[in-house]
């Protein structure tokens, strides 16, 4: 099970990974379209944006568990072991009680642009929750991946 | 609550290791909670902040980099260099300093620009006898000259937190950046003359030269494409991350063909770690700052400040010495984005231009970058060269000394700073 969610967060990044990728392309193709044919796109700038805000959310829960995040650990480091385990605690849970209030109202927000069809305001008019959804689910995936990091520190398991 | 109690809880969290995104996130949510406020603004200030055209030259800058390094531009750039001032007194020295600012020129990052060249002039410099922290605080604190010559990633967060033109301080970067470059060549110079003990290098000769160039010629074609691009005002600083990014795929693939896919996959992996890493920072402190902003803080901050602090100068030493003090403990780009909305308002006060300004922060991000025990470059550093972090700082610090000596030049003289961006 927990195997499960580390896959999950694990092909999160992947996409994320390669969605910056493709946003490269996609503004290399705007500048070139317009500076060689004179024929800027419509789509390039938006779709990179929409592209930015899944790749960061989806990539999100992998950075937790691979402790990239930047933290200050100077202080911690010199806890003893119980100290250290406690602080661990307390971080897993603070971000589990963000992702939450990330989960619930960004689904809010998701649910209501379908409702009423909010969408952009530029020339392509992009259904808004397209990319609205990014924060529930990148949130989604963090709320089960420190949940995950939370049982591991209870059982004393390397994460 | 005031200002002063927000602080303190802030920097409770951060020390209880809470990752500095969740602190500032959890922080503002538990703010916006407490001032009646919809907890429906925490997902919208997530969207929001990375929801940005201009950040999305991050990414982009960060891929460029780590593609370049991957590929190994930074040896046929220093060994470029290194032909034609290799005989000078310090002559490896210098040429690291000059490779260093030219890969700044393509590089937004202080730590990869620090690695790229790090990774071939180290062991060079060993070789050859230059004292071991002395190389090493040189490479941590060339490496800096990333961040100040443009593009500079945390120059592109600075200019989104402040709403001001990242073009301009791209500008601004160079003539202090070029600066900061004459001043570490110098000291080079000074110190192999005076310490000694490293074997000098014969003169390279012409075809030397000319073989070496020609080899880092796609590496200085890309270094002018961004400068002159963001310059003329042909490309805004996001496509010139993605040409840039274009043409060091296109240069590391099919010119010199030292990409494989497999490092490419790397390179693809790291970047996203480390923009998602920053991205987050910067989702976090939307939101703390949606919550201090609606409480009037940085205001308040702003008045108090003004009231007692009433000259230009006065306001500089105190800011520097406080980003120094907050450079040992906090990572640089999470000092950026906390304290430059509550620094900003006061700018206008005191008449001070905020560009100028900017570029001053920007040195004093370098200084905490190379500062223990968090300085960011110490680690890179290190773990390049397989040294003790001990040794590394030993060698950096005269070099945060130069930086603070930078910001005094560029205090009596902001044309440094401001000639290129406003008067040509």
């Known amino acids: 099970m927990l195997r499960a969610i580390d896959r999950l967060a694990d092909i999160g990044a992947g996409v994320a990974a390669w969605l910056f990728v493709m946003i490269g392309g996609m503004i290399t193709f705007e500048v070139v379209g317009r500076y060689g044919f004179t024929a800027p796109t419509i789509w390039a700038e938006e779709l990179s944006r929409f592209c930015q805000v899944w790749a960061v959310y989806l990539g999100a829960a992998y950075v937790l568990r691979r402790g990239h995040l930047i933290r200050i650990t100077f202080v911690t480091d010199r806890l003893g072991r119980r100290w250290r385990q406690a602080a661990e605690a307390f971080s897993l849970l603070a971000i589990m009680v963000i992702a939450a209030i990330a989960l619930w109202w960004g689904m809010l927000i998701t649910i209501e642009s379908l409702a009423i069809g909010r969408i952009t305001t530029s020339m392509l008019g992009t259904p808004l929750w397209m990319s609205e959804i990014a924060i529930p689910i990148g949130a989604a995936l963090l709320l089960l991946q420190s949940l995950a990091l939370l049982i591991r520190l209870t059982r004393g398991e390397p994460s | ?424």
């Open chain 2, 1 to 424: 609550m005031s200002a002063f109690a927000v602080l303190a809880i802030l920097i409770v969290l951060l020390l209880a290791g809470l990752p500095v995104a969740f602190a500032l996130g959890g922080l503002g949510a538990a703010l916006l909670l407490f001032n009646d406020v919809p907890l429906i603004m925490v997902p919208q200030g997530l969207y929001s902040s990375i929801d940005s055209f201009v950040l999305l030259a991050v990414p982009l800058f960060i891929l460029m980099s780590n593609i370049l390094l991957k590929g190994g531009v930074g040896s046929d750039l220093f060994r470029a260099v290194q032909a034609w001032v290799g005989h000078w007194p310090g002559g490896l020295a210098v040429a690291t300093v000059i490779s260093c600012a030219i890969f700044g020129a393509i590089s937004g990052s202080s730590v990869a620009t620090a690695a790229t060249i790090g990774v071939i002039a180290i062991p060079e410099m060993i070789k050859r006898g230059y004292k071991p922290h002395f190389v090493y605080g040189l490479l941590a604190a060339g490496g800096t000259l990333g961040i100040l010559i443009p593009p500079s990633i945390p120059m592109i967060v600075l200019g989104v937190v402040i709403e001001e033109s990242i073009t301009s301080l791209f500008l601004a970067g160079i003539g202090p950046g070029l600066l900061m470059a004459f001043l570490f060549i110098g000291f080079s110079v000074a110190y192999a003359k005076l310490a000694g003990g490293f074997e000098a290098q014969r003169r390279a000769t012409w075809e030397e030269r000319r073989k070496a160039t020609i080899r880092a010629l796609p590496t200085l074609f890309l270094a002018l494409v961004i400068i002159l691009g963001i310059y003329l005002g042909v490309f805004t600083p996001t496509e010139s991350a993605g040409i840039g990014f274009t043409l060091s795929l296109l240069l590391t693939t099919f010119v010199l063909r030292s990409l494989s896919w497999a490092s490419l996959k790397e390179a693809v992996a790291e970047s996203m770690r480390t923009t998602v890493t920053l991205m987050l920072i910067l989702a976090g402190a939307k939101v703390f700052g949606q919550a201090i902003t609606l409480m009037r803080i940085p205001h308040e901050v702003s008045t108090m400040i003004v009231a007692n602090v009433d000259t230009a100068g006065g306001f500089v030493a105190i800011v520097c010495s406080m980003l120094l003090v907050m450079g040992f403990f906090l990572e640089a780009l999470a000092m950026t984005i906390i304290m430059a909305p509550v620094l900003y308002p006061t700018l206008a006060p005191l008449g001070l231009d905020p560009i100028w300004f900017g570029v001053i922060f920007v040195i004093m991000i370098e200084a905490a970058l190379i500062s223990p025990p968090v300085g960011l470059n110490l680690f890179i550093i290190q773990a390049i060269a397989k040294a003790s972090l001990g040794e590394v700082i030993r060698g950096a610090w005269p070099f945060i000394l130069m930086m603070l000596g930078a910001i005094a030049a560029i205090y009596a003289w902001p044309g440094i700073a401001l000639t290129i961006p406003f008067k040509l």
